[in-house]
């Protein structure tokens, strides 16, 4: 197909928005004199951090919010003056979209083909196109809220596309999406752009997908700080990149911090590959290495576009993720792993959960050291959430031994409760209550006495830098915000492990690195962390990792070990990297092994 048109599918000229604040007379600027021109038949991607306006942006587009001043034309439309004549030629995913749970996938489509009035002949094209794109050929009986959330999101993007628009916007749309689901949305995005000549805006949180764009737009605090390809954000960054590598048994995450403690000039400094990345200031690139790698084999390396993005927010005033406030172990040592002879801290044998005949964990078998960090992954549906559930003493197991904190969670899954703290996927805060309300309510719950009540709540407000807070309610928090929030919330009682469920799926680069900052000072104070992520990067902080899928284990080890595995072919690695393997193609590697092997069994069984 197509597309039709002249000028720019987007033009902005000196675009403003703002916001009233609740409670108060004041107003945010959420975009500020955006002036931008987006080509037709092109992928566009809008990055940056909390804050930036992304959101925004989209809306103003779709037109669903009016700029308060400049001028925005959409597909050569004033959208302030004809919104509906825009919406009835573009196709908006917003981050939570509309799926209807108790609707099958063909009642989904159906219900948006009505609504948007698409002809019975055409839909029948459209949807056995969009099934093939898709690949939920097989599924179009099932309900919506029994799909895995990669499922979701590609119905999602399908019931979006069930009439053919000349504008596709997608807000965020892979967040909470594991690596494989992810891949199969980008092909069918790109298949859109180069078969259809679909002109698409992405807003995103994973910088390796705006890699895949034609034109990027860096905004922070509404303002828009770089337009161009790519290439041009990465050059932000070029010659001051630098990997080093841990000594022997030295995590990571370890050196990460040094870096960042011991050098104000180091702009940035992350976990990858085994080795940990690092970038520093123009100025004092003739000055020796930080003094944490002097020691260390270091190279340079060639910028990412996750590089240039840091490079930049620093030149614009972005902190950089230093160590927390209260300047627990500024160089910890390596994280312990467990004394010689002491018991684990978690202990899971055989460890089975059914719904009914279905089985969403099966047979499962680890355990978990004090003071470690341990990961659990998987695609959508793998089974870890249950198992994760099961280790909060959520949810009791159907078979199996489960130990936590030397408490049977099968016979006394209360008496753990008090020694475990919990961030659950959607935080669990109340929003109408302010910080200060929301801290001492979890206080409470968690039986806190009175005499050391305050105390707390004072201690974790200064932690996370949540004093200026105090009064907001925490549903009006920015989300880096209610992060910590949450995460405050878990640590009021001071517990022996704390675990995470996704507490990153949302957050931006800069609010995901100061997360681990803390999750790696915690570690050295022999706090067990527990983490499901979808960001494979962030299994670089784990000291061991599990991988599931369908409900089995697949592999367990260190991210080294689970590296190895696959370089050394024992599992296919999805394109191969020009450097290192890293997790996410480790990860890929494992699963489609995996999978292969269980579709080529049957056939094996038949012969």
Known sequence: MTRVGTGPAVRATGVQRRFPIAASKRTVQAIADLSIDVPRGSLTAIVGPDGAGKTTFLRMIAGLLRADAGVLQVLGIDVARDPQ???????????????????????????????????????????????????????????AGKLSGGMKQKLGLACTLVRSPELLLLDE???????????????????????????????????????????????????????????????????????????????ARTLQARLLDDSPHVVDAVPHAGEVRFIRTRETLREPLPEAVRDRAVRPVPPRLEDGFMALLHRTGARRADAPASGVAAHPPPAATGDQGEPPVIEVRNLTRRFGAFVAVADTTFSVARGEVFGLLGPNGAGKTTTFRMLCGLLPPSSGTLRVAGVDM????????????YVAQKFALYANLTVAANLRFFAGAYGLPRERLAARVEAVMREFELDAFSATPSGLLPGGYRQRLAMAAALLHEPEILFLDEPTSGADPLARREFWRRITALAAART???????????AEYCDRVLIQDAGKVLALGTPAALRAQVAQGASGAADPPDGPLDMEQAFIGIVRAARAREAAAPQAGAR
Not at 206 to 225: C, K, N, T
Not at 410 to 421: C, E, F, K, L, P
Not at 528 to 538: L, N
Request: charged content about 30%.
């Open 410 to 421: 099968r016979h006394a899954r209360a008496s753990a409760r008090r020694r475990i703290g």
């Open 173 to 251: 749309p892979t967040v909470g999406v594991d690596p494989l689901s992810r891949r199969e949305l980008w092909q069918i995005v790109e298949q859109l752009v180069g078969d259809e000549h679909l002109t698409v805006i992405v807003s995103t949180l994973y910088l390796d997908e705006a890699e895949r764009s034609a034109q990027v737009l860096l905004m922070r605090e509404g303002r828009l700080l770089l337009d161009g390809p790519p290439a041009q954000v990465r050059d932000e960054a070029t010659g001051l990149c630098s990997v080093a590598t841990p000594g022997a048994g030295e995590p």
């Open 85 to 143: 004549a825009v919406q009835d030629r573009i196709s908006y995913m917003p981050q939570r979209f509309g799926l209807y749970e108790d609707l099958s996938v063909q009642e989904n489509l159906d219900l948006y083909a009505d609504l948007h009035g698409v002809r019975d002949d055409v839909r029948r094209e459209r949807y056995a196109r969009l099934m093939r794109m898709t690949d939920l050929g097989d599924f179009t009986g099932r309900l």
């Open 528 to 538: 067990t962390i527990v983490v499901t992520t979808h960001f494979m990067e962030e």
